[in-house]
T-cell receptor
Framework: AQKVTQAQTEISVVEKEDVTLDCVYE???????LFWYKQPPSGELVFLIR??????QNEISGRYSWNFQKSTSSFNFTITASQVVDSAVYFC???????????FGKGTSLLVTP | DGGITQSPKYLFRKEGQNVTLSCEQN?????MYWYRQDPGQGLRLIYY???????QKGDIAEGYSVSREKKESFPLTVTSAQKNPTAFYLC????????????FGDGTRLSIL
């Protein structure tokens, strides 16, 4: 069975702090992709970053960076120099067994205060 | 602009009534999906379709029905059999490739009168 765990329910930081969001994905699959989405208060889901399961090289895209540790099935997503506009719920979502559908974690609510 | 359009934004259902949520995309994507989101929760898959005239049940399909007569359209009907329909419904589409992200509509909020 697949299990997606976002253990942090809520995080609060002050603007300009770095913040790391954790995601653990337990699966027997060896090849999959994992996506991070942001859901601002308006409700739409915005795609942020994608990572595969077979490359442990860290990646950086603007203020976002991505750390994958295969040994712990841990995909950590870091926002550098957080801004108030980063306040949202962040979802970790790997591919599921249902075709190309995604298997969403419960999300981490991030609040960035001035 | 290319994207996914969901309508209506807000919908109210009376007891015993079926309601249909619309989802249209002009991204030329083959695959389309319906998810349900309850407060403080992640998204759960209701139905998905990888090609026209074919669709599959997701994790919580009971009380819902879909059709996929056109590539661009994937309407979701919430039937009277769905006893707890109050939720936020999100439609998504993607290419038929595991490494491509899904694109989401703005969602429909369904409430019971």
């Amino acid at each position: 069975a697949q299990k997606v765990t976002q253990a942090q329910t809520e995080i609060s930081v002050v603007e300009k702090e770095d913040v790391t969001l954790d995601c653990v994905y337990e699966t027997r699959d060896t090849t999959y992709y994992l996506f991070w989405y942001k859901q601002p208060p308006s409700g739409e889901l915005v795609f942020l970053i994608r990572r595969n399961s077979f490359d442990e090289q860290n990646e950086i895209s603007g203020r976002y960076s991505w750390n994958f540790q295969k040994s712990t099935s841990s995909f950590n997503f870091t926002i550098t120099a957080s801004q108030v506009v980063d306040s949202a719920v962040y979802f970790c979502a790997p591919n599921s067994n249902s075709g190309y559908a995604l298997n969403f974690g419960k999300g981490t609510s991030l609040l960035v205060t001035p | 602009d290319g994207g996914i359009t969901q309508s209506p934004k807000y919908l109210f259902r009376k007891e015993g009534q079926n309601v249909t949520l619309s989802c249209e995309q002009n991204l030329n994507h083959d695959a389309m999906y319906w998810y349900r989101q309850d407060p403080g929760q992640g998204l759960r898959l209701i139905y998905y379709s990888q090609i026209v005239n074919d669709f599959q049940k997701g994790d919580i399909a009971e009380g819902y029905s879909v059709s996929r007569e056109k590539k661009e359209s994937f309407p979701l009907t919430v039937t009277s059999a769905q006893k707890n329909p109050t939720a936020f419904y999100l439609c998504a589409s993607s290419t038929d490739s595991l490494n491509q992200p899904q694109h989401f509509g703005d969602g429909t909020r369904l409430s019971i009168l």
